[in-house]
């Protein structure tokens, strides 16, 4: 095998190993929580005393896609200060009080349709209204009471016909009055799937842990949800999307709208990863050397990138026609 033979498919393989792998952009959108849901009487957005506003108190979202994987961090201090709190107030499960706990996650592929306006920060919205956003998926939590995270399931509901929770629709979804046996809380918010009452989308992978986030260049205590969607519906469409801890003290729902995430056309949405680099250059220096043990083929050969960047475009002219057929 001569040089010219070895060289020239090492070359055209490292450049076309750079052009196909690559890596999607991040696309990150924030949200500030607008939302309030009916309260009892004398509350409004958050349900605590004074000094404990901020162990319930949701203040925002910071959503990202990249490619098919979607995180959702729910910007809240109560990972940290109100989780586990109240033990005296909860329901007993399996013979202890664990306090209060994190929500599941819950997603409605239909949009978000609140009841109520903007301007009275749909107060009047609650899981058993009428006309309301229906969930049609979650992400339930492994172990709802742990102070480090865990796993969670995507899971598909079931679905009423009436686009609305009426009569029994809602039986599969728990609400406060589920967890809390007493103390002021906000009832009739989802707060939680029924187990076992779900159908688990099994190609799914999912986390959940809190983190701290940074959102306009400040740093955020926050509980992300962190799912791939491939293979999903929920991919190009418009969610809905609702978290709430166990008591609903404060609830969070905004309109998500992932087709509008995606990456335009005439935009570029990869960039060449680090291995790929390193074939391109290695071929780069295999070809100037090669090349230069031949006279005269230097200026045979003009490189072209495209503006996307996406690919390398290269004309071998007269020497890459020689090279082929030589």
């Known amino acids: 095998m001569n040089r010219r033979t070895f060289y020239t498919p ?10 196909v792998t690559a890596y999607a952009l991040p696309i990150t959108t924030s ?15 958050v349900i605590a005393a004074s000094n404990q506003t901020n162990w319930f108190d949701i203040t925002g979202a910071l959503v990202t896609l990249t490619d098919t994987q979607l995180q959702i961090d729910i910007v809240t201090d109560f990972m940290t200060t109100g989780l586990g709190s109240y ?19 819950f997603l409605s592929i239909g949009g978000w349709d609140p009841t109520g306006t903007e301007a009275n920060r749909y107060s009047t919205d609650s899981l058993k209204q009428s006309g309301t956003t229906q969930w049609t998926h979650a992400l339930t939590l492994d172990n709802r009471w742990s102070s480090t995270g865990g796993t969670a399931t995507l899971v598909e509901l079931p679905t009423s016909t009436n686009n609305g929770y009426q009569s029994n629709d809602y039986s599969y979804i728990l609400t406060a009055e589920d967890f809390m046996s007493s103390g002021i809380y906000r009832h009739n918010q989802a707060v939680a799937v029924k187990p076992n009452s779900a159908t688990p989308v099994n190609t799914v992978t999912a986390t959940w842990a809190p983190v701290t986030t940074v959102i306009n260049g400040n740093s955020k205590n926050a509980l992300r949800f962190s799912v791939d969607l491939m293979g999903t519906d929920l991919l190009g469409e418009t969610l809905g999307v609702h978290w709430a801890m166990t008591c609903a003290n404060d609830v969070i729902e905004f309109s998500l709208p992932l087709a509008s995430m995606t990456i335009p056309e005439n935009r570029s949405s990869t960039v060449p990863e680090p291995n790929s680099l390193l074939l391109l250059m290695s071929g780069l220096v295999l070809l100037w050397w090669h090349l230069k043990n031949q006279p005269g083929s230097m200026t045979a050969i003009s490189i ?23």
């Open 10 to 19: 090492l070359f055209i393989g490292s450049l076309w190993l750079c052009a």
């Open 31 to 45: 949200y500030v929580d607008n939302y309030q849901g009916a309260a009892p009487n004398g509350y409004t957005d």
């Open 87 to 105: 033990t005296n107030l909860t329901k007993s499960i399996n013979n202890q009080r664990p306090g209060i706990g994190a929500g599941d996650l």
């Open 304 to 326: 072209q990138p495209k503006k996307s960047f996406n690919t390398a475009s290269i004309s071998f002219r007269s020497y890459a026609l020689r090279m082929l057929t030589g």
